[in-house]
Each structure stands twice: as structure tokens, then as C-alpha cells.
């Protein structure tokens, strides 16, 4: 590790200290059409699904640039157009980044709770043969587009329970009536996850059918092949315009967005390289730094992973039951070494389950009480201590799952294990396709040991889906009564400096809990050629969507001429 250390920390250093988001170049004029072609941040993953009532978390990805939702990113206050805002995040809008997107105003109102939402009028969706005539977008479409989510037997459970009803009070109204204050009311349904609005007639037709489905976004669904692409064609009569150098101009600029779906890791960077993907959203920083000597007219942006990696141990199986045994784990686990060998120093010792973007909510690891920094030093003297004690003085063996779809976790678990093994515990890893892997923990049949990394979402949402009893998104099948009614008691309050301070205590209580073993954050690379215009890496516009950003961009073509391709 010592050998490799001083290898991969003379690349880091090479990689230089300029990798922040693109900053406003001055603004070129426009040109429509064109192709982009995409590495997209899930380049090793086909679409899931197609259908919003299936709940699938990837829906947005490949389906946001054809549905569109009420709200969505305000991306004239990106960092590329002078604001504060990157959006990197993978479902996390500050307040002050949000903006009506089907919603033209929304208003609260008191006795009983709730926000009435005004529709901007004149939005269509397209002709669709087969399935539908092109017509108005009206209130009834939000309130279908909710009903079928929450009557779906797929739902996440309790995830609507903050609702009383959603009614049409006119063509273009929509009230959303609550129980009471919810903290993520516009998360749940407005910009996140679940959340598009999808006309009645594509469920008829059959939404699961990626050829019926239709929306009012910059983009129509044109072609899917499993496993290799989406192919996205430009919506003649889409409604929105985006305004360059003082002038708007009509949306999408380019006739085609095209996802590639590459599983091989060497076969995308070559892609890229060779100019056969116009961007990649997610290189590993090794990758980054032969890319930037072999291809130094790529444009560059890097970001802190919106993914914390861990592994999880079962809770409710042995011997994991056993508080000890998981916080030897975790000192048995040298996470600095890690950090600077391992990733070169392009990762963060401490950065989940928040993420250092979540203003009022993230503390550094100094914060934390020592329970908390203990879990994070290397001592693997008090490691075998605490497995004795817990009663396996010569350690256990164990079965881990792991996503092949991932180089990244591929290379680090074999480290981890060797760790593991140096303090008497064996793992047994199990390498899986990515829906079978998916499946092993939505079932909840997964092995003792999950290695993974679960997007951080929120500042509320990262603790809500990862450890509240039952919960999907929960592979370690953690349970706690009292944790529960904390993290309900969270959505409760209105106060955000309350919220704020409620979530950093619960966040403190998990950690030192250690249901995973906590691994360092990962710096990701996104890069693009320069004929990739008005871009400055976002990557979500809301929850997993990419969608309109992808509307923004254009494609010079003569200067993609001009550097010979």
C-alpha cells in the first residue's frame, strides 16, 4: 500500500488543483441541431423502467427529459452562470434553487395546510400515434399523474402519508391539501424521484412500453435498445426558451441526445477519447489523469461523489446483532490509508451519510463526539479486543454482494477484505449483475455483508431511506423504534435551523451505531469535448434528471469539423 501510495499521489498531484465547476465564458450565440452523445453519471446501467408507478429510483434519468414535473433546477444560478449552485447533487434543490416548471406560482395557505399551484397555461403535450392526439397539459393530468403513484402496490410506504388530497379546482389549479407540515412536501412530489406528470392516456396504452410514453419535455423517446442506448428526438413544440446573452432563444438546441450504455469501463474512456461520446459524466481520477496527458483539449469539471460507499452489515443477523463487533469492523479498516493510497487523495475520509454541500446540516469529522472519530481510526489492536469480547477471539468468515456494474467498488473490496483478514475475518465475495443485485436488498434477502454506495439524496431523505425500519433503501435491516419517531418528528418542524440541528443529531447517533463500515467519498471527473456548449458540468436538474440541462446544451459543429471529427 506504502508502494502504491506514493504512485497514485504523484498522479493526484499531476492532476493539478483546477478541477472546480466551469465558470461564465462569454456567451456565444446558439446554432441548433446536431447530436449529443452521452456517458451519462450511469453509464454502466440501462434503463430500469419506464413506468412512475414501478417507483424504480432511476426513472428520472431516462424519462426526464420526456416528462416533465412542477418544479425543477433554476439554472441560471448555476456556478457556470455566476450563482452558487454546481448542481452535482443527485436529489437536492436548495430553496433558492428551485423554479416553477409546469408550475407558473404556488402559494401556502393555513387551516387546513396547504399549497395551491397555478399551471402555466398552453403547455402540449406532442402527438403521440397509437397512444394519444397532441392536447393541453391541464390541472387533471398532476392530479391523475399523483393518484396512480400513490395507489400503485409498488409505493414506498408512508411516502404520501403527509397528504390529505389533491384536487382540480379549475383547468389550470391544483391544491395540494396536507395532514400537516412536511418538510420535503415538494421532494416527494414536485422535483424528486417520483414525480412526473404522465398523461392518462400513455397508462392506458401502457407507460411500462417505452414506445407509448409521452410527455410535455424537450424530448420524445425516439429508440431503446437494452443495454446499449436511449435515443432522445427533439419535441418540435416544446414550450420553453432559455435566454443567452440577453436574447432567448427556443428549446432543445440539438436534434438528438443519445445515452450510450457502456459496461466496460476501458471501452467508454475510449469512447471518449476517440470522440465517439461527446461527454462522460463519471471518470475515476486515475482514469482522469491519463485522459487529461493523452486528450488535453477535453474541458474539465470534478465533484465530491453524491454517493457514500460503505459496507453494510446486517443488523438483524449474526454476528452483527452485536454493536462490537460492528465497530471493530470498522477500526479494522485503515480509511486514511485509503484515501491517500488507494484514491491518490482524491476522496474525503468523511463525507456520509452527508454530504459537506448540505449547508446547516453537514459536520466535519473534528465535530463529531470521539465515539464517532473512533470508527474512523485505524486500530486494529482494539478491533481483535472487541471481537473477543463479542465472543469470536479468532474471528468469523462472511458472505459479501457486490454490483459488478462498478469498477470502482470492484478494486476497493479485495482492499477492504485484506484489511478484514489481517483482524481474522474472511469475506466471501459475490460479485452480481446490477438487478440482481438491486433485487438481493429490495427484497430484503441480501447477504450479511452489501458493498454499495446509496446516493446521499437530502439532508433528510439520507437518513429517512437508509435507516428507518423497513425502508427500501435499508440493507443493513436497521430498526429503532425511537430513531424512527426522531426522524418523523424531523419532517414535522417548520424551523430549518431546528430541522437542521435534529438532523445533525440523529446523523451523529447513526454513525456511532455503525451499521456500515463508513469508507471515504470519492472525487469523480466529468469531461467534454469543447464543441460542447453553454455546459459547466451540472448533472441533475432535481432528482437523477439531467434533462434540462441536456435541453440547454448545443453542439458547435464546425468546430467539431475543425479538430477533425
Known amino acids: 500500500m506504502r508502494r502504491l501510495g506514493k504512485v497514485l499521489l504523484g498522479a493526484a498531484a499531476a492532476l493539478g488543483l483546477a478541477m472546480m465547476p466551469v465558470l461564465a465564458e462569454t456567451p456565444e450565440k446558439p446554432r441548433y441541431g446536431g447530436t449529443l452523445e452521452i456517458g451519462t453519471?450511469?453509464?454502466?446501467?440501462?434503463?430500469?423502467?419506464?413506468?412512475?408507478?414501478?417507483?424504480?429510483?432511476?426513472?428520472?434519468?431516462?424519462?426526464?427529459?420526456?416528462?416533465?414535473?412542477?418544479?425543477?433546477?433554476?439554472?441560471?444560478?448555476?456556478?457556470?452562470?455566476?450563482?452558487?449552485?454546481?448542481?452535482?447533487?443527485?436529489?437536492?434543490?436548495?430553496?433558492?434553487?428551485?423554479?416553477?416548471?409546469?408550475?407558473?406560482?404556488?402559494?401556502?395557505?393555513?387551516?387546513?395546510?396547504?399549497?395551491?399551484?397555478?399551471?402555466?397555461?398552453?403547455?402540449?403535450?406532442?402527438?403521440?400515434?397509437?397512444?394519444?392526439?397532441?392536447?393541453?397539459?391541464?390541472?387533471?393530468d398532476v392530479v391523475f399523474s399523483y393518484n396512480r403513484l400513490n395507489n400503485s402496490p409498488k409505493k414506498i410506504a408512508g411516502y404520501f402519508d403527509h397528504v390529505d388530497k389533491v384536487e382540480a379546482t379549475d383547468k389550470y389549479t391544483v391544491v395540494f391539501t396536507f395532514?400537516?407540515?412536511?418538510?420535503?412536501?415538494?421532494?416527494?412530489?414536485?422535483?424528486?424521484?417520483?414525480?412526473?406528470?404522465?398523461?392518462?392516456?400513455?397508462?392506458?396504452?401502457?407507460?411500462?412500453?417505452?414506445?407509448?410514453?409521452?410527455?410535455?419535455?424537450?424530448?420524445?423517446?425516439?429508440?431503446?435498445?437494452?443495454?446499449s442506448m436511449n435515443v432522445y428526438s427533439r419535441n418540435p413544440i416544446y414550450w420553453d426558451k432559455d435566454k443567452i446573452g440577453g436574447e432567448e432563444y427556443k428549446l432543445p438546441f440539438v436534434d438528438k441526445v443519445v445515452y450510450r450504455t457502456i459496461k466496460d469501463e476501458a471501452t467508454f474512456l475510449t469512447a471518449l477519447r476517440t470522440a465517439k461520446l461527446d461527454m462522460l459524466e463519471s471518470i475515476r481520477w486515475s482514469a482522469a489523469d491519463d485522459l487529461k496527458k493523452s486528450?488535453?483539449?477535453?474541458?474539465?469539471?470534478?465533484?465530491?461523489?453524491?454517493?457514500?460507499?460503505?459496507?453494510?452489515?446486517?443488523?438483524?443477523?449474526?454476528?452483527?446483532?452485536?454493536?462490537?463487533?460492528?465497530?471493530?469492523?470498522?477500526?479494522?479498516?485503515?480509511?486514511?490509508?485509503?484515501?491517500?493510497?488507494?484514491?491518490?487523495?482524491?476522496?474525503?475520509?468523511?463525507?456520509?451519510?452527508?454530504?459537506?454541500?448540505?449547508?446547516g446540516y453537514f459536520e466535519t469529522l473534528d465535530a463529531m463526539p470521539p465515539s464517532v472519530k473512533e470508527l474512523f481510526t485505524f486500530n486494529p489492536d482494539k478491533a481483535k479486543k472487541l471481537l473477543?469480547?463479542?465472543?469470536?477471539?479468532?474471528?468469523?468468515?462472511?458472505?459479501?454482494?457486490?454490483?459488478?456494474?462498478?469498477?470502482?467498488?470492484?478494486?476497493?473490496?479485495?482492499?477492504?477484505?485484506?484489511?478484514?483478514?489481517?483482524?481474522?475475518?474472511?469475506?466471501?465475495i459475490q460479485p452480481m449483475e446490477y438487478a440482481a443485485f438491486l433485487s438481493a436488498m429490495t427484497t430484503k434477502t441480501n447477504a450479511p455483508g452489501y458493498f454499495m454506495n446509496n446516493?446521499?439524496?437530502?439532508?433528510?431523505?439520507?437518513?429517512?431511506?437508509?435507516?428507518?425500519?423497513?425502508?427500501?433503501?435499508?440493507?443493513?435491516q436497521y430498526s429503532d423504534p425511537a430513531f424512527d419517531a426522531k426522524i418523523a418528528e424531523m419532517y414535522?418542524?417548520?424551523?430549518?435551523?431546528?430541522?437542521?440541528?435534529?438532523?445533525?443529531?440523529?446523523?451523529?447517533?447513526?454513525?456511532d451505531k455503525a451499521p456500515y463500515i463508513w469508507l471515504p467519498t470519492p472525487y469523480i471527473y466529468t469531461a467534454w469535448w469543447p464543441w460542447v456548449k453553454n455546459y459547466g458540468g451540472e448533472l441533475r436538474a432535481g432528482a437523477v434528471r439531467p434533462g434540462p440541462i441536456y435541453a440547454r446544451m448545443w453542439v458547435d459543429q464546425e468546430l467539431k469539423k475543425k479538430m477533425g471529427y
Open 295 to 359: 486528450t488535453p483539449q477535453l474541458k474539465w469539471s470534478k465533484w465530491l461523489n453524491m454517493s457514500g460507499t460503505f459496507l453494510s452489515m446486517r443488523v438483524d443477523t449474526k454476528p452483527f446483532d452485536d454493536i462490537r463487533v460492528r465497530r471493530a469492523l470498522n477500526m479494522a479498516v485503515d480509511k486514511q490509508e485509503i484515501v491517500k493510497a488507494y484514491y491518490g487523495g482524491n476522496a474525503e475520509l468523511f463525507a456520509y451519510p452527508q454530504h459537506p454541500d448540505y449547508l
Open 388 to 428: 473477543a469480547e463479542a465472543g469470536y477471539p479468532k474471528g468469523f468468515s462472511f458472505k459479501v454482494q457486490v454490483c459488478s456494474c462498478n469498477p470502482d467498488h470492484m478494486d476497493l473490496l479485495p482492499l477492504v477484505a485484506a484489511y478484514l483478514e489481517a483482524v481474522g475475518v474472511k469475506l466471501e
Open 179 to 227: 395532514k400537516g407540515f412536511h418538510a420535503e412536501w415538494d421532494y416527494r412530489f414536485g422535483w424528486g424521484y417520483y414525480s412526473p406528470i404522465v398523461p392518462k392516456e400513455v397508462a392506458e396504452a401502457g407507460a411500462a412500453n417505452w414506445k407509448n410514453i409521452n410527455g410535455t419535455g424537450p424530448f420524445m423517446l425516439s429508440d431503446f435498445v437494452q443495454g
Open 492 to 511: 414535522r418542524e417548520p424551523d430549518e435551523s431546528k430541522r437542521q440541528a435534529m438532523a445533525k443529531e440523529l446523523t451523529r447517533e447513526i454513525l
Open 455 to 476: 446516493g446521499h439524496t437530502n439532508p433528510t431523505t439520507t437518513l429517512r431511506k437508509s435507516f428507518v425500519t423497513k425502508e427500501v433503501w435499508n440493507p443493513s
Open 41 to 140: 453519471v450511469y453509464v454502466t446501467l440501462s434503463a430500469l423502467s419506464f413506468d412512475p408507478a414501478d417507483w424504480n429510483w432511476k426513472l428520472n434519468h431516462d424519462t426526464g427529459a420526456v416528462y416533465e414535473q412542477l418544479f425543477a433546477a433554476d439554472l441560471s444560478k448555476s456556478v457556470r452562470n455566476g450563482g452558487k449552485h454546481p448542481f452535482y447533487a443527485d436529489a437536492w434543490l436548495a430553496t433558492d434553487a428551485i423554479r416553477g416548471e409546469l408550475a407558473e406560482s404556488w402559494k401556502w395557505d393555513e387551516n387546513p395546510t396547504r399549497v395551491t399551484i397555478k399551471l402555466r397555461q398552453g403547455i402540449m403535450f406532442p402527438d403521440k400515434p397509437g397512444v394519444m392526439k397532441s392536447r393541453e397539459l391541464v390541472a387533471e
